[in-house]
């Protein structure tokens, strides 16, 4: 069991309450079972999340919508699970989705993981998505720092020369400066 199946697990062993439904859940190598989990009416989110997992870290499709709606989640450790499970599938519409999520105003709260996916996939939709949220966060008295800054780094990551501006936008701002100034001289290289 690799250490983020591991982590996962333990985590939703406490909110399934153990058990043998649980266990199967996290054994079993039917990919079938685990796809019918994801359409099953009333089963619990603990099941449904761990069926995606393990079917989108084994690069099985059906877990994607899943999948999705587990990264725009509330709760920030199923946007982890989702994130990781997401990366590994391998779907060529994750970085569409990725992009829709971190893009979309009313969910700002819940864009740090899809932002940080986008850098990950390093994908044709990455640079324009950061740069489109980075732009929203940098407006005076913008609570959500924490996306901004995964943006920053993210474009100092994914290196493409048409972010420079944006980056150099939010030199000003406390708590991007240096992830702006390390990302700038990544850029301007």
């Known amino acids: 069991m690799d250490e983020e199946l591991r982590s996962l697990a333990s985590r939703l062993r ?3 309450g153990g058990g043998p439904v649980y266990e199967r859940l996290l054994t079993t190598t039917d990919h079938d079972e685990l796809a019918a989990v994801l359409t099953e009416r009333e089963r619990p989110l603990w099941a449904r999340e761990l069926a995606a997992f393990r079917l989108g870290c084994a690069g099985d499709r059906r877990a994607f919508e899943s999948l999705v709606l587990l990264l725009n989640h509330r709760d920030p450790e199923r946007c982890v699970s ?53 732009r929203r966060r940098l407006t005076a008295g913008d609570p959500h720092w924490r996306v901004a800054l995964a943006c920053v780094e993210g474009l100092g990551a994914l290196g493409d020369k048409r972010a420079a501006e944006v980056v150099r936008a939010a030199l000003p701002h406390p708590r991007l400066t240096a992830a702006a100034a390390a990302a700038l001289a990544r850029l301007e290289m």
């Open 14 to 16: 406490d909110e399934a």
């Open 82 to 134: 989702a994130a990781h499970a997401l990366f590994l599938l391998g779907d060529p519409r994750t970085p569409r989705a990725a992009a829709a999520l971190a893009t979309n105003e009313l969910r700002v709260a819940y864009a740090l993981l899809p932002v940080r996916l986008l850098t990950r996939l390093r994908a044709p939709e990455s640079v324009p998505a950061l740069m489109t949220v980075l």
